[in-house]
């Protein structure tokens, strides 16, 4: 490698408004460990070689995530897309964290300037290192948690639009990461699609501490509106299990529910007619009143203190599958009256748990008989700070990213409004 001469002023790093995303070759990492959270997985750009200064937050109710990039140490060629997130109520975790990246990159900066004018490398924040660094927020922390953002960050924060975020986010996904979006059923599990640009309109729903359903009809900056949506969502989940469970947090809620069995607080068809009421299309195992045993229970046998006794883990399946066909049957509703075929679930409520994909997939073929179709995403948690992080543009610009050809490399950028 041929390095300057000193006095050789460098350029500097770009700003992010001029930074296009080169996604040639875009790969999800596998990881050694079976253990690691799958929607925390890198995604490696192998051909993107500029740098990239900026981070991107997403602040909700519940969680905070975090989408960053880092260049390939090994061979210093390309680089990775970083997710990690931390519980919004431990916001101060993920303000260190960000400083610590915003430090870094400062310090990287100062290192890549110091290579052309020949000084020692400084610590420290100079002015040219904030006008050069930026958070991009997105979600209500960006405006729940601004000022101290900015105070404690030291840099520019820039606050985007959380609902074009987490459209931009998805239509990324949708677009260029292979081995991104999938189905699931019980009989194919992560059947994955390839990616594609034909895809409005959908519907996209996004379930965190609540729920958002999104009309997406094309790529203009107007061509989407929120048609819908609930506040039974993954907080709902969240506060009913802290209340009746021993759990402490989201994923131990999760886990428990993996080894429960909510017949034994569910009412079943079965429980009611003793087999399928095949009429109607209902098999003996649906579900046909949520919590419905819990009463006769309660009237009945007792573990001599005067209530029955009830697992936390059959508590925890019972709510989930209620959550979950919830979510499934209003997006059903929502597709149907405006006539979309393709659903898309994301948000952190999912994160990769099979039993409540196949609830919201099931729910979907069932009330459809098969003529609409549930899509998932393996890192559907970060749909709105992958949105952010690609989207600092000038004012003027619109919503949708476009792709392009650069000496045959595909290029993610975005475009003007028409």
């Not at 519940?62 to 260049?71: G, P, Q």
């Not at 953002?149 to 990461?177: A, H, N, P, Q, Y």
């Not at 359903?213 to 989940?237: D, H």
Request: with cysteine; net charge neutral.
């Amino acid at each position: 490698m041929v390095m300057p001469k000193a006095g050789t002023p460098l350029p500097s790093p770009p700003r992010p408004s001029a930074v296009r995303i080169n996604v040639s070759g875009a790969k999800i990492v596998d990881s050694a460990s079976e253990d690691d959270d799958a929607g925390n997985r890198d995604i490696r750009l192998p051909n993107h070689t500029k740098q990239v200064s900026h981070i991107a937050v997403d602040i909700g109710g519940t969680l905070a995530k975090v989408v960053y990039f880092n260049r390939a140490p090994e061979d210093g060629l390309g680089g990775r897309l970083n997710f990690t997130k931390f519980e919004t109520d431990d916001i101060e975790d993920c303000i260190a964290f960000l400083k610590e990246l915003v430090d870094s990159r400062r310090e990287q900066q100062q290192q890549h300037r110091n290579i052309g004018t020949g000084k020692k490398t400084r610590g420290g924040r100079g002015s040219a290192g904030q006008d050069e660094m930026c958070v991009m927020a997105t979600g209500g922390g960006a405006y729940l948690f601004y000022d101290r953002l900015k105070s404690e960050l030291g840099c520019e924060i820039v606050r985007e639009d959380e609902m074009e975020c987490l459209i931009s986010g998805l239509d990324f996904f949708i677009t260029e990461i292979p081995d991104e979006v999938f189905t699931y059923s019980e009989e194919n599990p992560m059947a994955f699609e390839e990616p594609r640009e034909d895809i409005y309109p959908y519907l996209l729903v996004n379930i965190g501490s609540g729920v958002s359903m999104i009309k997406v009809s094309g790529p203009g900056a107007n061509e989407f509106e929120r048609i819908g949506g609930s506040s039974l969502g993954g907080g709902t989940l969240w506060g009913l299990l802290s209340l009746l469970t021993g759990a402490k947090s989201f994923d131990d809620m999760l886990e428990m529910s993996q080894k429960g069995d909510n017949t034994a607080v569910d009412m079943l068809v079965g429980d009611i007619y003793g087999t399928d009421y095949g009429r109607i299309g209902l098999k003996s195992t649906t579900i046909a009143s949520t919590f419905g045993k819990v009463f006769k229970k309660n009237t009945s046998a007792s573990n001599g203190s005067g209530k029955p006794e009830f697992k936390a883990e059959d508590i925890s399946k019972s709510l989930l599958f209620a959550i979950s066909n919830n979510i499934g049957q209003i997006a059903y509703l929502q597709a149907t009256k405006h006539d979309i075929h393709n659903i898309y679930f994301g948000g952190s409520f999912i994160r990769g748990h099979t039993a409540t994909m196949n609830t919201l997939s099931y729910a979907i073929r069932f009330w459809s008989q098969g003529t609409k179709r549930a899509y998932f995403l393996r890192h559907e948690g970060y749909l709105g700070a992958v949105g952010a992080f690609l989207r600092h543009q000038p004012r003027n610009w619109g919503r949708r990213k476009s792709f392009g050809e650069d000496g045959g490399q595909r290029i993610f950028q975005a475009t003007r409004k028409e």
